[in-house]
């Protein structure tokens, strides 16, 4: 079995700070890329950052600059540090794990809200 567990989203004043993390666990050969997806609501699921087994990465323009994506494989644990939110960062976060021969695990999904 495989267990992706995400920490918890949180409710963040506007240009505060928060990090998720998101671990894998169990019976799984090899991750070669990790993400962060969101979905607002009434709006399509967009990526917001990723990071390969080699420590490339890949931001949405939105949030670059802001955003830090990262990983420690020696846990199957990845990280995204979110900085200088806004209300446009409201979204329901998933993390996204893909082994790179078409096995794909996501997380449950977790509510990050920002409001005054």
């Known amino acids: 079995q495989v267990q992706v567990v995400e920490s918890w989203g949180g409710l963040v004043q506007p240009g505060g700070s928060l990090r998720l993390s998101c671990a894998a666990s169990?019976?799984?050969?090899?991750?070669?890329?990790m993400g962060w997806y969101r979905q607002a609501p009434g709006k399509q699921r967009e990526l917001v950052a990723r990071i390969t087994s080699g420590g490339s990465t890949n931001y949405a323009d939105s949030v670059k600059g802001r955003f830090t994506i990262s990983r420690d494989n020696a846990k199957n644990t990845v990280y995204l540090q979110m900085n200088s939110l806004n209300a446009e960062d409201t979204a329901v976060y998933r993390c996204?794990?893909?082994?790179?021969?078409?096995?794909?695990?996501w997380g449950q999904g977790t509510q990050v809200t920002v409001s005054s």
């Open positions: 169990g019976n799984i050969y090899s991750i070669y890329t």
């Open positions: 996204k794990i893909d082994r790179g021969d078409g096995y794909v695990y």
